[in-house]
């Protein structure tokens, strides 16, 4: 059995990550004693013969964290990237990058994950998106350490970095429902960032506070990430549609409802208003300028690697799941009395 035995299958077996077997082949003094002896007995167990790989994996002299993200959701995580290339360049770090739209036919994400296993990558960012269970499950699966960026999520060596979307959705609607305003419209791409069913559920219980009802059948629009197509199906929509706010998880969605909106004579803010999320670019170009939830994206990918860094060092941590404070941005897509 021994031949066949990797380092993966003894992580597995003691319940530990890959790093920290490689850190017991090597010697490490980092390990504790408990910990050790676990890594050790299923080695003994299994009867398995550490190579050369295995050695280099804490031997390496950088460590090298894989970025993984649906390419669709580029436009989303590029200002974290730029915080999780800049922490990581402080402390010596590599990152690696790797995009599921782009592996070929069969099952991407499997494909993907399997890469940065074979890279031997010391930990892994994801980010979420409509497939993050399943990345979670073979990160899981491996060992991997990781952090999630965008939705809550905890393990052994898994934390994650996120804005609290159930209560930044709350927050938004209650404003309207305190103003009598129910004609309410909640706009989602198919791969968001932002946890968009976190979102509904505190747009739901904001209508419940006011003793009222969100339909989510009739007032959640799917739309496409890519404006091209979102910006023909809402200038469409907006033929016989008029709200008292469409509310989107995202800013570029936003425009293309802003755009379409006053394309079919309908006044942004003045008959209706438009709220975006992330305070992008895209709610500067917009015009009218875009009112828009900020969050701040850099600092999120900072963290996402100093939270990663204690994971892998199996520092005590207080919190693996940490919540990123948001600001509404008034602009003029929205009422001046909002």
Do not use: W
């Not at 059995?1 to 993966?8: C, D, L, P, R, S």
């Not at 942004?268 to 208003?273: A, G, H, N, S, T």
């Not at 690697?305 to 919540?323: F, H, P, Q, S, W």
Request: glycine share 6%.
């Amino acid at each position: 059995m021994g031949k066949n035995v990797t380092i993966y299958d003894v992580a597995r077996e003691a319940g530990v990550s890959l790093a920290t077997v490689s850190r017991v082949i090597n010697g490490s003094s980092v390990v504790k004693p408990k910990t050790r002896d676990k890594v050790l007995e299923a080695i003994q167990r299994l009867d398995f013969k550490p190579n050369q790989i295995a050695r280099g994996l804490a031997t390496s002299k950088t460590t090298t964290i894989a970025i993984v993200f649906p390419q669709s959701l580029f436009a989303h995580v590029k200002d974290m990237i730029g915080g999780i290339g800049d922490t990581s360049r402080r402390l010596d770090y590599s990152v690696s990058i790797y995009t599921t739209d782009e592996i070929g036919d069969g099952n991407p994400i499997e494909t993907v994950i399997e890469k940065v296993v074979k890279s031997r990558a010391d930990g892994v960012i994801l980010f979420n998106n409509e497939e993050i269970e399943k990345e979670i499950t073979l990160v899981n699966k491996y060992k991997i350490p990781a952090v999630v960026i965008g939705t809550r999520v905890t393990g052994d060596y898994m934390g994650s970095i996120f804005a609290d979307a159930k209560k930044i959705a709350y927050e938004v609607v209650d404003r309207y429902l305190a103003q009598d305003k129910s004609d309410i419209l909640f706009v989602s791409p198919k791969q968001n960032l932002i946890n968009v069913e976190e979102m509904i559920v505190g747009i739901q219980e904001a209508y419940q506070k006011y003793h009222m009802n969100f339909d989510a059948t009739k007032q959640v629009v799917r739309t496409s990430s890519h404006y091209e197509k979102s910006y023909p199906q809402f200038l469409e929509y907006f033929k016989n549609h008029k709200h008292d706010l469409v509310f989107t998880s995202y800013d570029k969605e936003a425009v293309a409802v802003v755009n379409a909106a006053i394309d079919n004579g309908i006044q942004v803010p003045d008959e209706m208003d438009v709220i975006g999320m992330m305070n992008t670019s895209y709610a500067l170009i917009c015009r009218p300028s875009l009112t828009s939830i900020h969050v701040p994206v850099y600092d999120m990918g900072a963290l996402a690697v100093r939270l990663l860094t204690k994971i892998l060092n199996e520092e005590e941590i207080e919190d693996k799941a940490v919540v990123i404070q948001h600001l509404l941005m008034p602009r003029d897509t929205t009422k001046k009395d909002f």
